[in-house]
């Protein structure tokens, strides 16, 4: 297994693995499945996502994207994550974190951000035990499948100045 960056070629095996996490599950507050095109815009926009393969196959991806609008939180990515179901428990998560933090750092990214559904207590455990801890909680700010939910905010200090 290899984790890389993305190329515009993965698109289409990232949409494979989110799609069904957007459909079937409260983990993510989004009712709009993925394009294949928006996910290639996507990867060629910001240069951020990386996956992990086993040859041809996309096991998991993560990317960061800017946390909010504005030169003041320039130094801040919020990140995504998602893992096959036949990947996870296996570390494939902490790597592809270590990589993504890793890229950040190296873009003087100072803070990276999670925003995790209250409903994925498997999502909270990860993160803490990766070194991010909870920095508040939103309650009903999520509306799925026709009831509220809470989003759990998440940050790790990664330390970089620009």
């Not at 069904?20 to 928006?38: L, S």
């Not at 960061?64 to 990515?77: D, I, L, N, Q, V």
Request: aromatic content about 8%.
């Amino acid at each position: 297994m290899i984790i890389r960056p993305a190329e515009s070629g993965d698109a289409q095996g990232i949409a494979d693995l989110v799609n069904p996490v957007i459909r079937d599950t409260t983990i993510t507050f989004t009712t709009q499945e993925r394009t294949v095109a928006g996910v290639a815009r996507a990867i060629a926009d910001t240069g951020a996502y990386f996956v992990a393969c086993d040859g041809a196959v996309i096991l998991g991806y993560a990317c960061h994207f800017p946390f909010r609008s504005g030169p003041g939180y320039a130094h801040a990515r919020e990140h995504s994550i998602t893992l096959s179901p036949a990947a996870r428990g296996r570390g494939l998560g902490r790597d592809l974190m270590r990589v993504l933090e890793d890229y950040a750092r190296d873009q003087k990214i100072h803070v990276m951000m999670a925003g995790v559904s209250a409903e994925n207590p498997a999502g909270v455990a990860f993160h803490a035990a990766i070194g991010y801890r909870e920095v508040g909680r939103l309650p009903q700010v999520g509306r799925k499948f026709d009831r509220w939910i809470d989003l759990v905010l998440m940050q790790k200090i990664l330390g970089m100045s620009p």
